[in-house]
């Protein structure tokens, strides 16, 4: 029999197409120098809310009924998974200053929809419906950084400063294990099939914003932020 973790994960390579291939044209793009820096400012939107989600995810868990294994595990696993992704989005930034951005500038700058409806729906659903459905966004923005072999190779092909790219070679070195425990936990939970329906609905909707996100990168370029 399959388990959870395995349907989640073909769920997910499922939903992420258009995102994977938008992806990997962006890699490939005669501009990507010009559109790189954009690629880390959207980034950054998503990271700096990445702990707000999760400590969001803790408090209203809190107020559940914490003899539901499900709630107490979902409650350890959030708690213990805030300090692995803290300060993930001051990287990103000395990734942009690497590149000569002023970071302030990058601050002021407003969110784009695509950003905000994935990272917004999130509060909705853990206010109003159930905090497991955060699993399906982590599935999907914490899925297949880029590795080392291929960060050299973007390097070595547009001249942009390897110190831009500190973000993803760390998470190319941690989302192993941060992946491991994940799948671990909801092979562990006793997830009914509500619990895995708001997860896949969390997971198709990132998927699917994160995939109209690098579209529009792709389109619009360094005009767009």
């Known amino acids: 029999m399959q388990r959870i973790s395995e349907q989640l994960e073909a769920r997910r390579q499922l939903y992420s197409v258009r995102l994977a291939e938008a992806t990997a044209r962006l890699w490939e793009h005669p501009q990507l120098v ?26 209203r868990l809190s107020s559940m009924d914490t003899a539901d294994p499900v709630v107490a595990g979902l409650q350890e696993y959030f708690t213990d998974h805030i300090p692995r992704e803290r300060r993930h989005d001051e990287w990103i930034l000395e990734d942009l200053a690497a590149l000569g951005l002023d ?75 941060h992946n491991a425990i994940y799948k671990e936990l909801v092979d562990r939970l006793p997830l009914e099939p509500r619990h895995i329906a708001a997860i ?26």
């Open 34 to 59: 010009e559109r790189y820096p954009v690629m880390l400012f959207r980034m950054h939107c998503m990271a700096r809310a990445t702990v707000p989600l999760m400590e969001a995810a803790v408090s």
């Open 200 to 225: 896949g609905l969390s997971m198709l909707h990132s998927a699917y914003e994160a995939g109209r996100s690098v579209e529009q990168i792709l389109g619009a370029g360094a005009q767009q932020g």
């Open 103 to 177: 970071v302030r500038e990058v601050l002021d700058r407003l969110p784009p929809p695509m950003i905000a409806s994935m990272v917004g729906s999130q509060y909705y659903w853990i206010h109003h419906h159930h905090p497991i459905a955060l699993l399906g966004y982590i599935a999907v923005v914490e899925a297949e950084p880029p590795t080392p072999q291929m960060v050299d190779s973007v390097v070595a092909k547009t001249g942009l400063p390897r110190t831009a790219f500190r973000t993803y070679l760390r998470h190319a070195a941690l989302e192993p294990e």
